[in-house]
Nanobody, 125 residues
Framework: QVQLVESGGGLVQAGGSLRLSCAAS????????MGWFRQAPGKEREFVVG????????YYEDSVKGRFTISRDNAKNTVYLQMNSLKSEDTAVYYC??????????????????WGQGTQVTVSS
């Protein structure tokens, strides 16, 4: 069982920045693909970005390309999401997730095995 704990959410003005962190309770963190999802009020949870195990290949949804950056520190068992140029439409609860299986970088909820509790990001316009 892997526990994921997100932090770093908050209230920020449009155009501002936030950095989310997700700490994992596992000694084999580097073996997991990590993803960030978000869920806005009244909408389904959606994939935002993922980073593969070991070498750290990344995939971004079009809506966040050029503004968000995912990174991981395997020594600290932590994945980060740097969010710049935030927009009101980025307002959502952000979840990190871990995928233990081998294969292409996972981009759907069902492919992820473990989830954090979520952290609220609110962007005021």
């Amino acid at each position: 069982q892997v526990q994921l704990v997100e932090s770093g959410g908050g209230l920020v003005q449009a155009g501002g920045s936030l950095r989310l962190s997700c700490a994992a309770s596992t000694r084999t963190f580097s073996a997991y693909t990590m993803g960030w999802f978000r869920q806005a009020p009244g909408k389904e949870r959606e994939f935002v970005v993922g980073i593969s195990r070991n070498v750290g290949i990344t995939y971004y949804e079009d809506s966040v390309k050029g503004r968000f950056t995912i990174s991981r520190d395997n020594a600290k068992n932590t994945v980060y999401l740097q969010m710049n140029s935030l927009k009101s439409e980025d307002t959502a609860v952000y979840y990190c997730a871990a995928d233990s299986t081998f294969g292409p970088l996972a981009r759907t909820q069902g492919e992820y095995d473990y989830w954090g509790q979520g952290t609220q990001v609110t962007v005021s316009s």
